[in-house]
């Protein structure tokens, strides 16, 4: 099973390489599905970890516009994705890996 952790560690490691992520990339790279990479992308967007890399509308800045599709869109990294992962590393200091 792949965790949150691991796709943010792919998206945080192709934003840092100036490229973006799209589901396409998650199936490429981790065992996904189509399904599965999208609801990974939707969770990690919705909860602002990631954000979309073209411009949006304020209001579906972290949400899909009636009749957009996560296979059409591309992410980057987000500060708060940092923290996230940032967050993990510490955890794994203090308590070991999980």
Known sequence: MVTKRE???LIAERSEGSRHTSYRSLVRQLPLSFET???HLERLWRERLIEATTPRMPR???RLE???????LRFWLTARG???LDWY???DEREGPS
């Open 60 to 62: 579906f800045r972290f």
């Open 66 to 72: 009636p009749g957009e599709h996560m296979a059409d």
């Open 37 to 39: 990479a999208c609801g």
């Open 89 to 91: 590393g510490m955890r």
């Open 82 to 84: 940092a923290e996230r």
């Open 7 to 9: 796709v943010l560690e």
